[in-house]
Nanobody, 122 residues
Framework: QVQLVESGGGSVQAGGSLRLSCAAS????????MGWFRQVPGKEREFVAA????????SYADSVKGRFTISRDNGKNTVYLRMNGLKPEDTAVYYC???????????????WGQGTQVTVSS
């Protein structure tokens, strides 16, 4: 088991920046692939970014590539999502996820945080 707690969400104007954090507790953090997803009401949860267990390889949705950066600190059991150049269409609840196998699908992840709201105004 692993417990995930997100923080860092909030309201920001277009063009602004936020950094989300996800603190993990329970099983050894470094054994998990980590991902960030987001969801708006009435839509499916969508992939945003993922990072491998060592942090050496990252992947991004096309919609955030070049603006968002995922990273992890295995010593602090934390994964981050740095979001720059935010747009109104980035408004969503952002979820942190941990899985034994990485990937772009929600089905690749076994544990989820409770989510943190990000609101970007124009």
């Amino acid at each position: 088991q692993v417990q995930l707690v997100e923080s860092g969400g909030g309201s920001v104007q277009a063009g602004g920046s936020l950094r989300l954090s996800c603190a993990a507790s329970g099983r050894t953090f470094s054994t998990f692939y980590m991902g960030w997803f987001r969801q708006v009401p009435g839509k499916e949860r969508e992939f945003v970014a993922a990072v491998t267990r060592s942090g050496g390889t990252t992947s991004y949705a096309d919609s955030v590539k070049g603006r968002f950066t995922i990273s992890r600190d295995n010593g602090k059991n934390t994964v981050y999502l740095r979001m720059n150049g935010l747009k109104p269409e980035d408004t969503a609840v952002y979820y942190c996820a941990a899985g034994f196998s990485g990937g772009l699908s929600i089905y690749a992840y076994d544990y989820w945080g409770q989510g943190t709201q990000v609101t970007v105004s124009s």
